[in-house]
């Protein structure tokens, strides 16, 4: 167990909706990531948050946005869902901003039908 | 543009040998390189860490070597066991904030 929880475990919807995705970051991180992984892409890194700040952004759409809140738990929110959006999203956390190990979640497995 | 590449998507050794396993990289100056392993349907589990001022690095059965001239590290599983299989996953920061990782390698080491 990493001490990084996400919630839902599994998340089922239709084209067009949007969903929220949580992630509680160990206690004492101020880094959480959120990653997406998907059969033919691989482990592609979304976004990144440290201490309530954006720290850097990768290959995330214009329709997904994140979060974190002062309590640092981070809110990853999805809409217009498209089938090429079903994927693991992971979040993982760590102490600093940068040079850390990173601790995964179990990830929330979403599926757009 | 920018790559990270993990030597072969697939990898069989017997049970007792070393494993090593490649990750190339093009187009980043990283300050440091990680090693994750991860089990199907879970999330990757931190390995090593090493820096770009460091040539190698061990923890236990595992070691990690560093060749930023070759932009190239390598990591060895010595005495494999099955309890070894996963697919193994190298990542690197470009000192931007964020980790890139390969698509990983898979290996299956049989009994």
């Known amino acids: 167990d990493s001490g990084v929880t996400q919630t839902p475990k599994h998340l089922i919807t239709a084209t067009g909706q949007r969903v929220t995705l949580r992630c509680s970051p160990r206690?004492?991180?101020?880094?959480v990531y959120w990653y997406q992984q998907s059969l033919d892409q691989g482990l592609q890194f979304l976004i990144h948050?440290?201490?309530?700040?954006?720290?850097a952004k990768g290959n995330i759409l214009e329709r997904f946005s994140a979060q974190q809140f002062p309590d640092l738990h981070s809110e990853l929110n999805l809409s217009s869902l498209e089938l090429g959006d079903s994927a693991l999203y992971f979040c993982?956390?760590?102490?600093?901003?940068?040079?850390?190990?990173?601790?995964f979640g179990p990830g929330t497995r979403l599926t757009v039908l | 543009s920018q790559k990270i590449e993990q030597n072969s998507e697939a990898l069989n050794i017997q049970e007792g040998k070393t494993a090593t396993l490649t990750c190339n990289y093009t187009n980043y100056s990283p300050a440091y390189l990680q090693w994750y392993r991860q089990d199907p349907g879970r999330g990757p589990v931190f390995l090593l860490l090493?820096?770009?001022?460091?040539k190698e690095k061990r923890k236990e059965r595992l070691k990690v070597t560093f060749d930023t001239t070759l932009k190239q590290s390598l990591f060895h599983i010595t005495a494999s066991q099955p309890a070894d299989s996963a697919t193994y996953l190298c990542?690197?920061?470009?000192?931007?904030?964020?980790?890139?990782f390969g698509a990983g390698t898979r290996l299956t080491v049989k009994p």
């Open positions: 948050y440290y201490n309530g700040e954006e720290r």
């Open positions: 090493i820096r770009e001022n460091e």
């Open positions: 206690s004492g991180d101020l880094s």
């Open positions: 990542a690197l920061d470009n000192n931007n904030n964020d980790m890139r």
């Open positions: 993982a956390s760590s102490v600093g901003p940068w040079d850390n190990e990173q601790f």
